[in-house]
Protein backbone atom coordinates (compact mmCIF):
# COMPACT_ATOMS: atom_id res chain seq x y z
CA UNK A 1 0.00 0.00 0.00
CA UNK A 2 3.01 2.67 1.10
CA UNK A 3 4.44 1.37 -2.32
CA UNK A 4 1.48 2.38 -4.49
CA UNK A 5 0.87 5.60 -2.65
CA UNK A 6 4.52 6.65 -3.73
CA UNK A 7 4.43 6.04 -6.80
CA UNK A 8 0.74 7.34 -7.20
CA UNK A 9 2.82 10.86 -5.52
CA UNK A 10 5.43 10.37 -8.13
CA UNK A 11 2.96 9.97 -11.09
CA UNK A 12 0.95 13.04 -9.52
CA UNK A 13 4.08 14.97 -9.12
CA UNK A 14 4.96 14.48 -12.50
CA UNK A 15 1.62 15.58 -13.84
CA UNK A 16 1.39 18.90 -12.13
CA UNK A 17 4.81 19.75 -13.02
CA UNK A 18 4.09 19.36 -17.13
CA UNK A 19 0.72 21.58 -16.62
CA UNK A 20 2.86 23.67 -14.89
CA UNK A 21 4.83 24.16 -17.22
CA UNK A 22 2.54 24.05 -20.26
CA UNK A 23 0.52 27.04 -18.79
CA UNK A 24 3.51 28.93 -18.09
CA UNK A 25 4.76 28.49 -21.96
CA UNK A 26 1.63 29.06 -23.17
CA UNK A 27 1.13 32.33 -21.00
CA UNK A 28 4.38 33.39 -21.98
CA UNK A 29 4.22 32.65 -25.56
CA UNK A 30 0.58 34.21 -26.06
CA UNK A 31 2.42 37.79 -24.65
CA UNK A 32 5.37 36.82 -26.66
CA UNK A 33 3.34 36.05 -30.17
CA UNK A 34 1.08 39.20 -30.06
CA UNK A 35 3.48 41.46 -29.79
CA UNK A 36 2.36 45.12 -28.45
CA UNK A 37 -1.02 45.00 -30.44
CA UNK A 38 -3.06 42.35 -27.90
CA UNK A 39 -5.36 39.96 -29.04
CA UNK A 40 -6.41 42.07 -32.05
CA UNK A 41 -3.14 41.74 -33.77
CA UNK A 42 -3.37 38.24 -33.06
CA UNK A 43 -6.52 37.70 -35.06
CA UNK A 44 -6.09 39.95 -37.81
CA UNK A 45 -4.34 37.98 -40.35
CA UNK A 46 -7.47 35.77 -40.96
CA UNK A 47 -7.19 32.66 -42.95
CA UNK A 48 -7.39 33.04 -46.67
CA UNK A 49 -9.43 29.45 -47.82
CA UNK A 50 -10.59 31.20 -51.56
CA UNK A 51 -7.88 33.63 -53.32
CA UNK A 52 -7.10 34.84 -57.12
CA UNK A 53 -4.67 32.39 -57.06
CA UNK A 54 -5.33 29.26 -55.14
CA UNK A 55 -2.65 27.60 -56.63
CA UNK A 56 0.29 29.44 -54.22
CA UNK A 57 -0.13 29.11 -50.13
CA UNK A 58 1.17 30.80 -47.62
CA UNK A 59 2.10 28.30 -43.96
CA UNK A 60 3.99 29.90 -41.67
CA UNK A 61 4.02 31.75 -38.09
CA UNK A 62 4.08 35.19 -36.87
CA UNK A 63 6.58 36.52 -38.91
CA UNK A 64 4.30 36.43 -41.31
CA UNK A 65 0.79 36.12 -39.50
CA UNK A 66 0.99 38.87 -36.51
CA UNK A 67 0.84 41.99 -39.22
CA UNK A 68 -0.06 39.69 -42.26
CA UNK A 69 2.15 42.72 -43.66
CA UNK A 70 4.38 40.43 -45.16
CA UNK A 71 1.55 38.41 -47.32
CA UNK A 72 -0.20 41.72 -48.46
CA UNK A 73 3.37 43.34 -49.39
CA UNK A 74 3.48 40.02 -51.80
CA UNK A 75 0.23 40.21 -53.05
CA UNK A 76 0.49 44.06 -54.01
CA UNK A 77 4.13 42.88 -56.10
CA UNK A 78 2.00 40.12 -57.81
CA UNK A 79 -1.11 41.61 -58.44
CA UNK A 80 -3.22 39.34 -56.73
CA UNK A 81 -4.08 37.58 -53.75
CA UNK A 82 -3.23 34.10 -52.61
CA UNK A 83 -4.37 31.70 -49.74
CA UNK A 84 -3.32 32.26 -46.72
CA UNK A 85 -3.22 29.58 -43.48
CA UNK A 86 -0.33 31.32 -41.31
CA UNK A 87 -0.86 31.81 -37.49
CA UNK A 88 0.90 33.40 -34.46
CA UNK A 89 2.19 31.18 -32.32
CA UNK A 90 2.79 27.93 -34.76
CA UNK A 91 5.46 25.51 -34.61
CA UNK A 92 6.68 23.19 -37.14
CA UNK A 93 5.22 20.13 -35.72
CA UNK A 94 3.29 19.83 -32.93
CA UNK A 95 3.19 23.07 -30.02
CA UNK A 96 1.03 23.93 -27.36
CA UNK A 97 -1.35 27.02 -28.30
CA UNK A 98 -1.82 27.22 -32.35
CA UNK A 99 -2.14 24.65 -35.32
CA UNK A 100 1.11 23.90 -36.50
CA UNK A 101 2.91 24.58 -39.65
CA UNK A 102 2.54 21.22 -40.86
CA UNK A 103 -1.35 20.85 -39.77
CA UNK A 104 -1.97 24.17 -41.99
CA UNK A 105 -0.55 22.80 -45.14
CA UNK A 106 -2.65 19.45 -44.30
CA UNK A 107 -5.92 22.00 -43.98
CA UNK A 108 -4.82 24.13 -47.25
CA UNK A 109 -4.83 20.15 -49.08
CA UNK A 110 -7.95 19.81 -47.51
CA UNK A 111 -9.31 22.83 -48.56
CA UNK A 112 -7.74 22.92 -52.31
CA UNK A 113 -5.23 19.89 -53.11
CA UNK A 114 -4.12 21.73 -56.63
CA UNK A 115 -0.83 23.87 -54.98
CA UNK A 116 1.74 24.45 -57.01
CA UNK A 117 4.07 26.76 -54.78
CA UNK A 118 4.34 27.22 -50.93
CA UNK A 119 5.56 30.26 -49.40
CA UNK A 120 6.55 29.11 -46.01
CA UNK A 121 8.74 29.60 -42.62
CA UNK A 122 8.94 26.89 -39.49
CA UNK A 123 11.00 26.14 -36.87
CA UNK A 124 11.34 29.40 -35.17
CA UNK A 125 8.80 28.79 -32.66
CA UNK A 126 9.89 25.41 -31.64
CA UNK A 127 13.38 26.83 -30.25
CA UNK A 128 12.41 30.40 -29.40
CA UNK A 129 9.40 28.91 -27.66
CA UNK A 130 11.56 27.09 -24.90
CA UNK A 131 13.96 29.77 -24.93
CA UNK A 132 11.10 32.89 -24.07
CA UNK A 133 10.05 30.62 -20.99
CA UNK A 134 12.87 28.78 -19.42
CA UNK A 135 15.16 27.88 -21.97
CA UNK A 136 15.55 23.97 -21.19
CA UNK A 137 17.42 23.78 -24.62
CA UNK A 138 20.01 25.96 -23.05
CA UNK A 139 19.52 27.82 -26.82
CA UNK A 140 20.91 31.32 -25.29
CA UNK A 141 24.24 31.78 -25.63
CA UNK A 142 25.87 33.25 -22.08
CA UNK A 143 29.14 35.11 -21.22
CA UNK A 144 30.73 32.32 -19.77
CA UNK A 145 30.15 29.90 -23.21
CA UNK A 146 32.17 32.37 -25.18
CA UNK A 147 30.24 32.69 -28.16
CA UNK A 148 29.62 28.68 -28.19
CA UNK A 149 26.12 26.92 -28.32
CA UNK A 150 25.40 24.30 -26.83
CA UNK A 151 25.31 20.59 -27.91
CA UNK A 152 21.88 20.06 -25.95
CA UNK A 153 20.65 23.00 -28.35
CA UNK A 154 22.42 21.56 -31.40
CA UNK A 155 20.86 18.22 -31.01
CA UNK A 156 17.39 19.77 -29.87
CA UNK A 157 17.67 21.93 -33.80
CA UNK A 158 18.44 18.55 -35.63
CA UNK A 159 15.18 17.30 -34.38
CA UNK A 160 13.57 20.02 -35.79
CA UNK A 161 15.99 19.28 -39.03
CA UNK A 162 14.45 16.01 -39.67
CA UNK A 163 10.84 16.54 -39.13
CA UNK A 164 11.54 19.67 -41.73
CA UNK A 165 12.89 16.94 -43.80
CA UNK A 166 10.58 15.01 -43.70
CA UNK A 167 7.63 17.36 -44.23
CA UNK A 168 9.38 18.83 -47.56
CA UNK A 169 9.58 14.74 -48.71
CA UNK A 170 5.76 14.71 -47.78
CA UNK A 171 4.94 18.02 -50.06
CA UNK A 172 6.58 16.93 -52.67
CA UNK A 173 5.66 13.05 -52.99
CA UNK A 174 1.57 15.74 -52.84
CA UNK A 175 2.78 17.36 -56.00
CA UNK A 176 3.68 20.55 -54.61
CA UNK A 177 6.30 21.92 -57.40
CA UNK A 178 7.50 25.01 -55.76
CA UNK A 179 8.55 25.75 -51.71
CA UNK A 180 9.95 28.99 -50.84
CA UNK A 181 11.47 28.87 -46.80
CA UNK A 182 11.92 31.53 -45.56
CA UNK A 183 14.69 31.68 -42.77
CA UNK A 184 15.29 33.53 -39.40
CA UNK A 185 17.02 36.91 -38.27
CA UNK A 186 18.64 38.13 -35.32
CA UNK A 187 16.37 39.04 -32.54
CA UNK A 188 17.24 41.91 -30.44
CA UNK A 189 17.21 42.58 -27.25
CA UNK A 190 13.71 44.05 -26.57
CA UNK A 191 10.86 43.14 -23.99
CA UNK A 192 12.42 39.36 -23.91
CA UNK A 193 16.24 39.91 -23.93
CA UNK A 194 16.89 37.72 -26.84
CA UNK A 195 19.91 39.24 -27.98
CA UNK A 196 21.48 35.99 -27.17
CA UNK A 197 20.10 34.24 -29.43
CA UNK A 198 22.16 34.75 -32.29
CA UNK A 199 24.30 31.21 -32.43
CA UNK A 200 21.09 29.44 -32.33
CA UNK A 201 19.74 31.30 -35.29
CA UNK A 202 22.90 30.60 -37.13
CA UNK A 203 22.60 26.81 -36.51
CA UNK A 204 19.04 27.10 -37.24
CA UNK A 205 19.23 28.37 -40.08
CA UNK A 206 22.01 26.49 -41.82
CA UNK A 207 19.79 23.42 -40.57
CA UNK A 208 16.69 24.34 -42.78
CA UNK A 209 18.97 25.31 -45.55
CA UNK A 210 20.18 21.81 -45.48
CA UNK A 211 16.73 20.42 -44.77
CA UNK A 212 15.67 22.72 -48.04
CA UNK A 213 18.84 21.40 -50.11
CA UNK A 214 18.63 17.66 -48.78
CA UNK A 215 15.12 17.22 -49.07
CA UNK A 216 13.10 15.71 -52.46
CA UNK A 217 11.41 19.32 -52.21
CA UNK A 218 12.36 21.60 -54.88
CA UNK A 219 13.15 24.29 -52.14
CA UNK A 220 14.60 27.26 -52.26
CA UNK A 221 16.04 28.85 -48.96
CA UNK A 222 15.83 32.44 -47.89
CA UNK A 223 17.80 33.70 -45.20
CA UNK A 224 17.67 37.08 -44.29
CA UNK A 225 20.56 37.57 -41.70
CA UNK A 226 21.82 40.16 -43.63
CA UNK A 227 19.09 41.95 -44.21
CA UNK A 228 16.98 42.28 -40.95
CA UNK A 229 18.14 44.91 -38.62
CA UNK A 230 17.16 45.88 -34.81
CA UNK A 231 15.44 48.90 -36.87
CA UNK A 232 13.32 46.70 -38.58
CA UNK A 233 11.84 44.73 -35.27
CA UNK A 234 9.32 45.84 -33.02
CA UNK A 235 9.87 46.37 -29.11
CA UNK A 236 9.21 42.67 -28.57
CA UNK A 237 12.61 41.71 -30.23
CA UNK A 238 10.72 39.39 -32.28
CA UNK A 239 8.55 40.25 -35.25
CA UNK A 240 9.06 42.77 -38.17
CA UNK A 241 7.63 45.93 -38.54
CA UNK A 242 6.08 47.81 -41.51
CA UNK A 243 9.71 48.21 -42.75
CA UNK A 244 10.78 44.90 -41.71
CA UNK A 245 7.97 42.91 -43.09
CA UNK A 246 8.49 44.68 -46.64
CA UNK A 247 12.45 43.77 -46.59
CA UNK A 248 11.02 40.14 -45.60
CA UNK A 249 8.66 40.58 -49.22
CA UNK A 250 11.42 41.82 -50.99
CA UNK A 251 13.79 39.22 -50.74
CA UNK A 252 11.13 36.78 -51.14
CA UNK A 253 9.69 38.50 -54.27
CA UNK A 254 12.35 37.50 -56.60
CA UNK A 255 11.87 33.90 -55.76
CA UNK A 256 8.42 33.90 -56.27
CA UNK A 257 8.28 36.21 -59.21
CA UNK A 258 8.82 33.75 -61.97
CA UNK A 259 6.44 30.89 -60.17
CA UNK A 260 3.74 32.85 -60.60
Known amino acids: MKHLTARFSRSLGRLLNQTFLKLLMSSTIFVALTGCGGLGSLLSNDRVSDADNDQVVTIGDSIFALSGELQDFLESYAGETFRRYTISGAEL ?19 NGNIETLVMDG ?22 QFGRLSSTCKNYIND ?8 LNDVHADGV ?8 YYTKNGLFLLD ?3 QA ?12 SYSAANCTFVDPRRSINDSDIIIDGIHPNTGGSQKLANLVWPKLQPLL
Not at 93 to 111: F, H, N, P, R
Open 93 to 111: EGGLIATSIVDQYAIAKQD
Open 123 to 144: GGNDILIPAIAFDPYDCKTDWY
Open 160 to 167: IYVDAVDF
Open 177 to 184: DNVIYLGY
Open 196 to 198: SME
Open 201 to 212: VDYGDTKLAQAC
